[in-house]
Structure formats: structure tokens, C-alpha cells
């Protein structure tokens, strides 16, 4: 079903195709998108709805607390947001400036969204993919945990900041708390915070600290669950009911809908996050 919805619309996006961006980068990404949709029916359901995947493998109407369908965006919807994405003469997308503590942040007016995550969970790689249509954006991806130690700032066209946070837990910056806490507390243009959870493992303790930052400041937040191509489906599954559960009943400020990011490549890891 979810795979009939996404085709029953690509005429319309094949329409307006030449009105989602400018130049020969964006009109490449609008023909990687629409390969994407002549995959076979299910591929194409475990790539764009994995959750939808999973809920399947309940007895019909056994899980209406699973929220899938809340935020569900249409082809058009995913097309415009790529171009938010895609670089070009009119939408410039390019690295600010780094910060270690709030009072050296640049002052912006634009909305500012962060990604914040424990050591390792996958942020660098998944902000990686989201500036895919953008390569002279550079991105340090490492393999060793704790490799961004400071607050660093994208300028996402005229839109917004995206600011890519320390990670926490294992060699977090010595002075973590003060950086990320006070960002968090005072930053007044902070519109939305993607707090990314390993899938394979859950939410862990230092994941709770971060959780009761957002919460305490009541900042509106989303948690996205990473690496969701790692585990078995079985495992998944219930993580994804563990965390869906902690979500309903432990949290007040995060979105009700998890958002999940398979990073077995950059091109389905940028897909999902939309």
C-alpha cells in the first residue's frame, strides 16, 4: 500500500520536475529519485516506510500506539526538501564557523536546527548524506567515536542553520556539559533538535541525559534511530517498540513519530531522512 501511494503520484512529480531546483545537480538527484521509485514494490516499502515493513508483522490493529503515519510526507513534499539540499548560484550551502562554547557562536537570525548523539550513533554521516547534493561541503566522518568536538555551523540556503553537535559518551569534549547544555538552554533561534539513538542498542544512559536536557528546557525534539539496516528484523522490532513505548509515556516535548536512517549507504541513509 504505502509503495501504491508513492507511485500514484509520480506523474504529477514528473510534472513538475524542472520547477524543483536549478541546473544540471538537481535536475541528477530528481533523476536518482525517480530510479528510486521503479524499484519492485516491496524494496521500495522496506526503503522509504521501513517501519511500515515492521508493522506488518502485527495482527491487524494489535498496535495503534505505534504512530507511522503522522508525518507522512508526499512525493512533491520529498522533492522540495531535496532542493532545500541542492546547491546552485541561488541557494548556497557552505560551512560557517566552528564554536566551543556558546558566547563564540556566530550571531544568525535564521532558524537553527541541531543534531545531537552519542559517540558513534551515525550524525556525521547521516548530515553527510543530507549535504550529498552539496560535495564542496566538507563533513569529517570517522571511524573513531568522539571525533566532533565542537559546535559546527551549515548555512542551508536561505532557510535555516543546521549545527552538528559534540557527541557524548565515550570521548566526549571534557567540557560537553557546559557546551551543549547552555546551546540548548539559551539558544533563542533553536527551532528543533534531532537527537539521533542507535537502534541496535536503544536508549542508553547517556542518551537519557540528553532526552532530559530537551525535556527540562522544553524544546521540541525528534528522535531518529539509526543504523536501522544493522540489526535483525526481530531485534529491531523491538527496539523500535521499546523506544516507541518511552516515547508515549516518559517524554512530553518529542515528536510522536520515530524517524529511522538505514546508513548501509549514503544515498539511502539522505532517502530516509526526509
Not at 103 to 118: K, N, Q, S, T, Y
Not at 136 to 141: K, T
Not at 193 to 198: H, I
Amino acid at each position: 500500500m504505502a509503495a501504491h501511494r508513492l507511485r500514484q503520484s509520480v506523474g504529477r512529480l514528473f510534472a513538475m520536475g524542472p520547477e524543483l531546483g536549478s541546473g544540471r545537480r538537481a535536475f541528477s538527484a530528481f533523476q536518482a529519485f525517480t530510479e528510486v521509485l521503479r524499484l519492485p514494490s516491496k524494496q521500495l516499502t522496506k526503503l522509504v516506510f521501513p517501519l511500515e515493513e515492521l508493522h506488518e508483522h502485527f495482527v491487524p490493529g494489535s498496535r495503534p500506539d505505534l504512530h507511522l503515519n503522522i508525518f507522512h510526507p508526499s512525493l512533491e513534499d520529498i522533492a522540495r526538501a531535496e532542493s532545500f539540499f541542492t546547491a546552485s548560484a541561488r541557494n548556497r550551502i557552505e560551512y560557517l564557523t566552528s564554536a566551543v562554547r556558546l558566547d563564540h557562536a556566530p550571531d544568525l537570525h535564521r532558524p537553527e536546527v541541531c543534531f545531537i548523539g552519542r559517540s558513534n550513533v551515525g550524525k556525521s554521516s547521516l548530515i553527510k548524506a543530507l549535504f550529498s547534493l552539496a560535495p564542496e561541503v566538507e563533513v569529517r566522518v570517522s571511524k573513531k567515536p568522539g571525533h566532533t568536538k565542537k559546535l559546527n555551523f551549515y548555512k542551508v540556503g536561505k532557510y535555516f542553520t543546521l549545527v552538528d553537535m559534540p557527541g557524548y559518551g565515550y570521548r566526549a569534549p571534557e567540557d560537553f556539559v557546559d557546551m551543549v547544555e547552555t546551546y540548548l538552554k539559551e539558544r533563542k533561534n533553536l527551532m528543533r533538535t534531532f537527537l539521533l539513538v542507535d537502534s541496535v542498542v536503544g536508549i542508553q544512559k547517556a542518551d537519557n541525559i540528553a532526552i532530559e536536557m530537551c525535556e527540562e528546557f522544553a524544546l521540541p525534539y525528534v528522535m531518529v534511530l539509526t543504523k536501522i539496516d544493522k540489526p535483525s528484523k526481530g531485534h529491531l522490532l523491538k527496539q523500535v517498540l521499546q523506544i516507541q513505548k518511552f516515547v508515549d509515556t516518559k517524554t512530553q516535548g518529542c515528536f510522536p513519530q520515530l524517524f529511522p536512517v538505514s546508513c548501509q549507504d549514503h544515498a539511502i541513509c539522505s532517502f530516509n531522512s526526509h
